[in-house]
Each structure stands twice: as C-alpha cells, then as structure tokens.
C-alpha cells in the first residue's frame, strides 16, 4: 500500500520565494524532476525554470522577478487610484469614462492611466463600491437615425464661425432659469456664458458683448431661429460689425456646435443645478462648469498631431478681427452702457437713482435697457431688473418701477444694523429737478463828470460878466 506524503504544495506557500526554494533543495537532496512536479503540484516545464535561474543567478534568481510592465492596468487598478475615481463619480454621477478620464488629467500632475483603465475602475467601483451606475437619458431609448446627420457649418479655422444659443436649465420658485453661452467653433472654447431667469434680447447682447471685447470678432455667427437670436438690433449690430448671421434650419437642432456642448452640460453640471436653492448657487456652479469644460480633454480633438486636447489649448492666444472698444460701446450704447456703482450700491442713470449691489462699491456695472426693462449686471451676472419707462427718440428715461433684485456672490459680508423690509427699502429714487435762476447782468455804466445843461449855464454867466 503506497502511502501519500503530507507535502506543502507550490501553491500554498505563502511566501514565493520559499516555495521557489524548496524546488532548489528537493532537487539538491537528489529529487529528480519529474518527482518534484508532481509533489508540489507544478508543472514540469516550471521545475526546470526555477532551478536554470538559480543555476545562472545564484539565490538573486529566486527573487520576484517583474514580468509585466509598470503601466499594465492590474499594476495602476490600486486602492488609491480606486478612491480617486469614486470620488470623481459621486461628484459627476452622469460622466462617462471619457469625461472622467479627462477629469483626473485636469485635477492631477501626472497622466493618468488609460481611457479603458478608467472604465475598468468605473465598472469595479460600480460592482463593489456603490458608484451611480451609468446614466440614461429618456433619448437613449428611442431608436437612432442609420444615416450621418448633415452639419452645414464646419468651422475650418479660428475664430471662422461662432454658435450661440439657450438652454434651459432648472426651475427655482416655479420659473426657469436659462443658460446662455457662445462657443468658438474651431476650438470649441466657451468665450462666454451667462445664467439668466429670462431668455429675451438683453441677456444676448450682454453675452455677445462680453465674448467680443475679449476675443474680437468672428467671420459669422451661427444660432438657431428663436425671436431673440432674429430681432432687428441683433441682426443690425452684427451687420454693422461685419459679421455674417448664420441660422440652422427648423427642426435640426445638431447643426448648430453648441448643441454637442449642452450634453456635456447635461452630464458635469446639471446635477449640482439641480441641487441649487438660489440664483446666485446656479450662477457659480455655471461658471465652474465653463473652467472645467475648457480645460479638460474634449472629444473632437482626441486625434489632433499637435497633442493639444482641451478646448483653451486648441484655441491658444488667437483671437478674432479686432473691434475699437469705442465702437463697440456706440454700437451696444444704443441699449447698455456703464455705470459706476458708488458706496451705498446705487448708480446714478440720468435723473435716477437705482439700486444694484451694495458689496460692488465703486465698480462699473453694465446697464441694459431694452423693450420696457432696465437690467443691471456685472461680469456676465444679473444683478437687478427693474420695469421702466424709455423714450428710444430723445434717450431719456422717464420712470422706474417693480424692482427685482437677485442673490448673488458680490453681495456684502457686512451684516446692516437695521434690518428694512420691501416697504421701508427705497430701491430706486427720482432726483429732483434743479432749478437755475436766470441771472440778469449788470452793465457798468459811466457817469458823466459835469452835467452838460449846468455846464452850458455857467459858460453864459461868465460871458456876461
């Protein structure tokens, strides 16, 4: 009867090289090959790797030896790396593997692993870690077009073609609020953005003004056919400035750029707009999401020689046909201008004084007044809207009322001392007219030395004398 021996096989040793050594020692002590594979549970092919390293390195070749590169994605997939994505995934819970990717290249200072690394670590955290699973939007479910979708406008250079339009954001207190944004076509770089509570013809321009005193002026200027992106002082303005107006045809919403920024929109940010509680939250989380989608790896320029891949790197410091400052204020003077906002955060606009935000003392604010509304705002922010009385023939403003005002981050950290409510609180005040006495001038006048009648009177007496 062949007993079995009570051996450690090769694979339950904890320690590798232990076991690496035992196959040295049982071949040292005479163990033939074949013998020692089938006592430790090995193949035979390893028996002889393990004891041609020892023949040729001595002890150093029973130490681990690294076979797989340092980049392979089992090496990279580490606990920390694990956390690193979690975090990203709770905070974006609608991104993707390419958007997370290129979220670790924009928080981190080296490269990161791989786009499909990332997705591995995304479907782990998934599975083991409660991360969001992947996001589905109501459109996923309908079936897809097997023909390419036509886009009209290609921008084939910098600054060649802009696109503009509004989307609709979140309800706070049951109204929308939008957002505004105009993009460059050929980096895809946001050049400006604003959130409003109203899509009208004001929030246009104080977007389209911002974007060309910064970046000068396009070849043309793509939107769709809403009543805002057609009005007359719009068309007139970009007319006057020589850029081409640009409209997509009704009902295809992808031709117009901007479109493929709103879904991106749809998945960084419309979870934190969702959250917010306040205008002036929205505000913020709009203008973080514009730094992050301009400095994070955008899809179309995955395959640029240049290894440029965010849109403010792609567009560099190019900018488009310059435009006199004073031109632009002519052109858009016609319904904004500036104004200084002094100590108690009023400004003075001809014979009013209207409030706009205490905590921007001595800022210059942009005032807009367009089709019966007067708007304040200060760097792409709203920060009050009044109704108002305008007469467009002679530029006068005749009266102000039904102020609404908006929370916003200017807003002062200093508390006041008396506390006043809508009734006590003057947000807007006529200043009384002056009025100038006429003043009547008063000529010198010159006296006569001697009176010529008494004169005359003493001539005669000396005669006769």
Known sequence: MQLELDLTTFSSFSDAYQAR?????????????????????????????????????????????????????????????FKEVLDLQHEYPRAGRFRIHGLLEHQRDEPPPSERTVGRAMAINRQFHGAPGPWRSARDDQPTEASLK???????????????????????????????????????????????????????????????????????????????????????????????????????PWQNLIEAQFKVQLRLADCKFEQAETLGEVQAQHAAFIETFNTTSHWAHRHRGDGDRTP?????????????????????????????????????????????????????????????????????????????????????????????????????????????DDAQWIKFQRRPSRHYSRRIAMLPQQLSLIDLGTFALVLLALKAI
Request: hydrophobic share 40%.
């Open 21 to 81: 050594w035992t196959v040295v020692r049982m071949a040292s002590e005479g163990w033939n090959k074949k013998s020692i594979a089938d006592c430790l549970k090995l193949s035979r092919s390893h028996v002889y790797t393990i004891l041609e390293a020892f023949e040729r390195d001595g002890f150093a070749g029973l130490e681990d030896q690294r076979t797989r590169p340092s980049e392979h994605p089992d090496t990279q997939l580490s606990l920390p790396f």
């Open 150 to 252: 036509h886009l009209p406008y290609r921008p084939e250079y910098r600054h060649h073609m802009w696109f503009t339009d509004i989307r609709y954001l979140v309800q706070l207190d049951g109204s929308w609020v939008y957002s505004i944004c105009v993009i460059e076509g050929y980096s895809r770089k946001i050049l400006a953005g604003m959130v409003s509570p109203h899509q009208d013809l004001t929030a246009i321009l104080q977007m389209l003004y911002a974007a060309l005193s910064e970046y000068g002026c396009p070849q043309a200027l793509v939107s769709d056919n809403g009543s805002v992106l057609t009005a007359g002082d719009y068309i007139a303005i970009l007319r006057d400035l020589e850029i081409e107006s640009l409209h997509i045809e009704k009902g295809k």
């Open 312 to 420: 403010v790197a792609v567009l560099g410091w190019l900018r488009g046909r310059r435009v006199e400052p004073k031109r632009l204020r002519e052109l858009f003077g016609r319904t904004g201008f500036l104004r200084t906002v002094n100590r108690y955060g009023f400004v003075s606009v001809q014979r009013f004084y209207i409030y706009a935000e205490n905590g921007l003392s001595r800022q210059r604010v942009s005032i807009w007044i367009y089709e019966g509304e007067l708007s304040i705002a200060y760097q792409q922010t709203l920060l009050a809207r009044y109704r108002c009385a305008y007469d467009p023939k002679h530029r006068q403003l005749q009266d102000v009322n039904e102020p609404i005002l908006y929370a916003t981050p200017f807003a002062s950290p200093q508390l006041e001392l008396i506390e006043l």
